[in-house]
């Protein structure tokens, strides 16, 4: 199906709605997995490096899909790369509740996050002993099953922004955190921006057939349309005898 660039942010904004309304969860929120790639299926050129390619009108419909979500997510390493504000700046509308998932507590107190004009930020991690940070910023210690890396167990993170009201989260990325929820089939929706670039560089999508149990999703209905020079294409995602 194929939207107009005139009526996308209109098209995108009531699929995005009824996508959520319609979704029965009962402990974790709906998820939507939103972030701009080139050709290739870069996200940056080197892990660690900040790329920006979104052009002006991609950028004003991420900011729009953060106002219609209750909160938004990136890991900390975006965070200690990119160091994003995770506002609205570029559309009209609420600011979500930002959210990091920092197992170790990387977090430097100078992070923008940790400075928002309107939220506390929260940053879900593993530890139970930490020094005060400064800024606009609670710590929250998720319990549950450790994957090898010992990060934050994303199941049990999930329950938690549940149970603090999260019914709409949108996941920035990056690669880590992006493969990390495909993997655990914990996404419900994918609006990805493609920009006219080939960058050879740091992959979207990581390694998801090492993971026992792994279904490929059928993503379904599949929409598209260009925003300026970018394309955006946007779907469900359905993982085939996928539990809630
Ligand atoms: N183009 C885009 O739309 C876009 C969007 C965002 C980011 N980026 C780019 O992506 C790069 C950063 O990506 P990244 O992959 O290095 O970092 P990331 O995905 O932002 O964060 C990964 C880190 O999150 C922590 N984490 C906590 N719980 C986790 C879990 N359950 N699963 C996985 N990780 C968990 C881990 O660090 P700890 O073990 O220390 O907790 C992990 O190393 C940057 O270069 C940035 O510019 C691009």
């Not at 995005?16 to 939103?34: D, G, H, M, N, Y």
């Not at 900390?76 to 609205?88: A, F, N």
């Not at 979207?204 to 955006?232: C, K, R, W, Y």
Request: hydrophobic share 35%; aromatic share 6%; net charge negative.
């Amino acid at each position: 199906m194929k939207a107009t660039p005139m009526n996308l942010n209109r098209q995108i904004e009531k699929w995005l709605q009824s996508s959520i309304s319609s979704t029965e969860l009962t402990k974790r929120p709906f998820v939507t997995l939103a972030y701009a790639q080139s050709w290739d299926g870069s996200i940056t050129t080197r892990c660690g490096e900040k790329l920006n390619f979104s052009c002006k009108e991609s950028t004003e419909l991420t900011h729009q899909l953060r106002s219609l979500h209750d909160g938004i997510l990136v890991g900390i390493g975006t965070v200690l790369s990119d160091d994003p504000q995770l506002t609205v700046r570029d559309w009209d509308g609420p600011n979500p509740q930002p959210i990091v998932l920092d197992s170790h507590l990387r977090i430097p107190n100078s992070a923008k996050v940790c400075h928002h004009p309107d939220k506390c930020c929260w940053i879900l991690t593993r530890k139970t002993e930490f020094g005060p940070l400064t800024g606009n910023a609670e710590i929250v210690t998720v319990n549950g099953e450790d994957n090898e890396q010992g990060n934050v167990p994303l199941v049990s993170a999930m329950e938690i922004l549940y149970e603090r009201g999260i019914r709409s989260l949108m996941v920035e990325g990056g690669a880590k955190i992006i493969t990390a929820f495909l993997q655990a089939h914990l996404v419900d929706a994918l609006v990805l921006t493609v920009a006219p670039q080939i960058v050879g560089g740091y992959k979207a999508v990581g390694d998801l057939q090492s993971v026992t149990g792994h279904e490929i999703p059928d993503i379904t209905p599949i929409f598209s349309s260009q925003a300026g020079e970018d394309f955006i294409i946007w779907g469900r995602l359905y993982f085939k005898g996928k539990s809630n």
